[in-house]
C-alpha cells in the first residue's frame, strides 16, 4: 500500500497536520528536526526552515515543500494552492474589467458586451432589486391550480417563465445517438436544496432538507406547526423518490440506462398524473415538433407520479412556493422571507460580484480579447502539432490494440476539434440587451425567459459545437464526447499553467498535460463509448479490443486503490479511473515529445507545481467521498511512478518511496 499524507509527509494534508490553514510559529533557535519519516525531513535553522525531501520518495513533495508550508488557507476556504492563486488573479483581472467598462464614457453598441455590463452595473447600483407583485402573482398562479395536472402545468410555467425547476425537469441536449439534431431529455428530479445521493445518505442531509422548507414556509406567513408537518410530509414522499432513483448510473454515466426513449404517447402512459402534452407546452415546447424524447429514470418517474395525486396536491403547492422562493431568495422582498439580506446599500465590491456572477458570459468575452494575444494562440497552435503527432503515434504503438482498432482510435482522435481561448461566436444581442429591467428580480425573470426560448430553439437546429458551455475566464478545461472536441479556456492559460517567458518544456508539463488530459477523456473508460462523430456507439469498437482496454481499466483501478492518505482513507480507484486514465494518457503523450534528461526534468516540474494544494484534513475526506479526481499528490506520484523516463531521470531505484516494480507499472497506452 501506498501510504502519503502522514506517512507522505510533505503530501497533501501532512503539512497541514504540521501547518494547519492559520500557520504555525517555531521558536527554537537552534537547528531542529521538525518533521520526520521515512519520506523525508523538516529543519528549522532559526527563522530559516530547510526541507530534505528527495525526488525518489516524494516528488510532489520535493517540489511543493516549501510553497506548502509557506500557505495559509483563509478562513472561509477548504484549500490553498495553485488554483486558489489563479483563481484570485483572474478575479482581479476581471474587476478591472468591470471597473474600466462601467468607469467609461463611452457610447457603446446597442447588444455588446460592454454595454450590456454597464447596464445591470447601473440597474444594481440603484437599488432597485424587487418587486412584490412578482411573488404574489405567482403564488396566486400556484394557488389558482384546481388539480394536480393543472399544478403540473404552472409547474412547466414556473420552469419555461421563471428558470424555476420544482419537479419534471426538461432540457435541451445534442441527441447523443444521432448529434446531427437536439433532443429533448426529461432529467431526474432532485429535491431543493439537496441531491439525491446526499438525501439517500443522511440524515443529516433529510433534517436540513426538512428545516430548510420549514424556513421557506414560515417566511411566506405559514404557521410553524403547520409548516413542519407539511414539510415532514414532503420529506417522506423524497425519501420514497430518492430510495427508488437510480443514483449508479448517473454517478458512472452509464449511458445505456440513461438514455430511454419514449414518444410523448408512452411518456403519458407513464405520468398519468400529468397531461403530458400541456406541460410541455407551458415549458414553452411545441408537442408536434417531438418525435421521441429521452427519460434518464423512468422508475424514478414512476415513484413521482405515484405521489403527484389529488390527495398530495396542497403539499406540492406549497413545494412549488418554496422552489420559487428558493430560486429568487435573494429579492424575496420581507414579506415572503426571514432572511434579512437584501441589496439596499451594498458597497461597490458587492455590485461589481453580482455583474460577475450575472454578466458571466460577457465579461469572459471581454477577458479573452484582452488577454488571450495572437502570440498566445501561436505557441497553442505550435503546442497543438505537437501533441498531435505524440498523440497519434501512442495510438499506433498500443500493440495490445488490434489494426483495427488502432485504425479506429485514430480516425476518432483526427476528427477531435481543438478549440483554444473561449467562444468566438459573438454578435452584439439586442434581444438579450432587452432583459434587463426596472428592478433586478424582473431582469433576473427575464433572462431565464430569453435563456428558455433559446434552448427550445435549438430544438429546429443542427448543434454548432463551436459555442463553449464555458466561459473564456474559468480556469479549468474540457472535452465534450458529442462534440468530440477540446475547450482550453484562456483563463487556465497563466502561470504556473502557462508562461510565455516559460521554457517550452514547463509548459508542456502544465497546460500541454491538461491539454492531453482532456484529449484522452476521448478513450477514457467513458468517452470511449463515443464513437468518431461523437455518438454513443460502444459497439464502433471491436469486443476483443474491448476486453483488452477493461484489463487496462482494471490495472489503472488497482493501482490508485493502494494509495491511501491519512494512513486509512484510500483512494477510489473505480470512482476515479476516467480521471486517473487521463492524467496517464496526458503524462504519456507529453514525455514522447521530451528526449533529454533536462527536459524531462521541466515537465516532471511543471506537472508537479499545478497540483500544488493544501488541504484541510476534513475537506480531505469530503473529496475522497466524493470527487471523480484523484488528490493532487496522488495526481503526481501515483502518475510519474508509471513512467521509466521519470525512474532514468531521478535515478530511481528499489525501496525508493517513488519506486514500483515494472511489472506492475500501468501504463494508458
Known amino acids: 500500500m501506498k501510504k502519503l499524507g502522514l506517512k507522505g509527509l510533505l503530501g497533501i494534508v501532512a503539512l497541514g497536520t504540521f501547518i494547519t490553514g492559520c500557520g504555525v510559529t517555531v521558536e ?97 447600483k440603484s437599488g432597485n432589486y424587487t418587486d412584490k407583485k412578482i411573488f404574489d402573482n405567482a403564488f396566486s398562479m400556484i394557488d ?22 420544482v419537479l419534471l425537469p426538461f432540457s435541451v441536449d445534442v441527441d447523443a445517438l444521432n448529434t446531427s439534431r437536439y433532443t429533448l431529455c426529461l432529467a431526474n428530479s432532485k429535491p431543493l436544496g439537496s441531491d439525491l445521493k446526499s438525501l439517500y445518505e443522511s440524515d443529516g442531509a433529510v433534517n436540513n432538507f426538512r428545516e430548510n422548507l420549514t424556513d421557506k414556509m414560515t417566511g411566506y406567513g405559514v404557521e410553524r406547526d403547520t409548516a413542519e408537518d407539511m414539510s415532514d410530509s414532503i420529506a417522506y414522499i423524497w425519501i420514497d423518490i430518492v430510495c427508488n432513483s437510480d443514483l449508479d448510473s448517473e454517478r458512472k454515466m452509464d449511458m445505456d440506462k440513461m438514455l430511454n426513449k419514449y414518444t410523448i404517447s408512452e411518456l403519458q402512459d407513464l405520468l398519468t398524473n400529468v397531461d403530458v402534452e400541456a406541460y410541455l407546452k407551458a415549458n414553452g415546447v411545441n408537442p408536434g415538433t ?66 460577475l456572477n450575472f454578466c458571466d458570459g460577457n465579461i469572459g468575452n471581454l477577458y479573452m480579447d484582452k488577454y488571450y494575444t495572437e502570440e498566445m494562440d501561436e505557441y497553442m497552435q505550435r503546442m497543438k502539432a505537437d501533441l ?74 443542427t448543434p454548432d459545437f463551436s459555442i463553449w458551455s464555458m466561459s473564456a475566464h474559468t480556469v479549468n478545461a474540457y472535452y465534450d464526447p458529442n462534440a468530440n472536441s477540446i475547450y482550453i479556456t484562456t483563463g487556465i492559460m497563466n502561470d504556473p499553467f502557462f508562461s510565455l517567458d516559460a521554457d517550452y518544456y514547463t509548459n508542456l508539463g502544465a497546460l500541454g498535460v491538461v491539454i492531453c488530459h482532456e484529449l484522452s477523456h476521448a478513450f477514457d473508460s467513458n468517452g470511449i463509448e463515443y464513437d468518431a462523430n461523437g455518438m454513443y456507439n460502444p459497439g464502433w469498437i471491436s469486443d476483443a479490443d474491448r476486453e483488452a482496454f477493461q484489463e487496462i481499466v ?20 473505480e470512482q476515479t479511473v476516467a480521471e486517473n486514465l487521463a ?62 523516463e521519470f525512474y532514468d531521470t531521478y535515478d530511481v531505484k528499489e525501496g525508493d518511496g517513488m519506486y514500483i516494480a515494472p511489472e506492475d507499472r500501468v501504463v494508458r497506452w
Not at 388539480?147 to 425547476?165: F, P
Not at 434587463?436 to 428580480?441: D, E, M, V
Open 28 to 124: 527554537q533557535p537552534e537547528t531542529e528536526v521538525v518533521s520526520e519519516n521515512e519520506i523525508g525531513k523538516v529543519y528549522l535553522a532559526g527563522d530559516e526552515v530547510e526541507f530534505d525531501i528527495r525526488p525518489q520518495d516524494d516528488f510532489y513533495g520535493y517540489v511543493n515543500a516549501e510553497d506548502l508550508w509557506n500557505m495559509e488557507i483563509a478562513y472561509d476556504a477548504s484549500t490553498a494552492g495553485t488554483f486558489d492563486k489563479v483563481y484570485e488573479q483572474v478575479d482581479e483581472e476581471l474587476r478591472e474589467i468591470v471597473k474600466e467598462v462601467v468607469s467609461s464614457d463611452e457610447e457603446y453598441e446597442p447588444g455588446s458586451d460592454e454595454q450590456f455590463i454597464r447596464d445591470y452595473y447601473n440597474l444594481v
Open 144 to 165: 389558482g391550480a384546481s388539480d394536480i395536472k393543472e399544478l403540473a402545468n404552472v409547474y412547466g410555467t414556473l420552469a419555461s417563465d421563471y428558470g424555476c425547476d
Open 290 to 355: 417531438i418525435d421521441y424524447l429521452y427519460v434518464q429514470d423512468p422508475v424514478q418517474l414512476e415513484v413521482i407520479n405515484n405521489a403527484f395525486t389529488e390527495e398530495n396536491l396542497n403539499l406540492w403547492k406549497e413545494y412549488a412556493k418554496c422552489s420559487f422562493v428558493s430560486t429568487y431568495a435573494r429579492f424575496a422582498p420581507d414579506e415572503y422571507t426571514n432572511d434579512d439580506s437584501s441589496f439596499e446599500d451594498i458597497d461597490e465590491d458587492a455590485i461589481i460580484d453580482e455583474v
Open 388 to 461: 498531435t503527432d505524440s498523440y497519434i503515434q501512442m495510438i499506433n504503438d498500443a500493440d495490445w490494440l488490434s489494426p483495427e482498432g488502432r485504425a479506429l482510435m485514430v480516425q476518432k482522435f483526427e476528427n477531435i476539434e481543438f478549440h483554444f481561448g473561449g467562444d468566438e461566436n459573438r454578435e452584439p444581442d439586442i434581444e438579450h440587451a432587452k432583459v434587463i429591467s426596472g428592478t433586478l428580480l424582473e431582469t433576473q425573470i427575464n433572462n431565464e425567459r430569453y435563456i428558455n426560448k433559446k434552448l427550445i430553439g435549438f430544438l429546429s437546429e
Open 554 to 573: 482494471d490495472a489503472v483501478d488497482a493501482h490508485y486503490d493502494e494509495y491511501a492518505l491519512l494512513e486509512v482513507y484510500h483512494v477510489d480507484g
Open 583 to 644: 492524467d496517464i494518457g496526458g503524462m504519456e503523450c507529453v514525455l514522447n515529445i521530451a528526449d533529454s534528461k533536462e527536459e524531462y526534468e521541466h515537465v516532471f516540474t511543471g506537472y508537479a507545481k499545478v497540483w500544488c494544494t493544501l488541504y484541510q484534513n476534513k475537506d480531505l475526506i469530503h473529496y475522497l467521498e466524493d470527487d471523480v479526481h484523484s488528490p493532487d499528490i496522488v495526481r503526481v506520484n501515483a502518475v510519474l511512478s508509471c513512467f521509466q
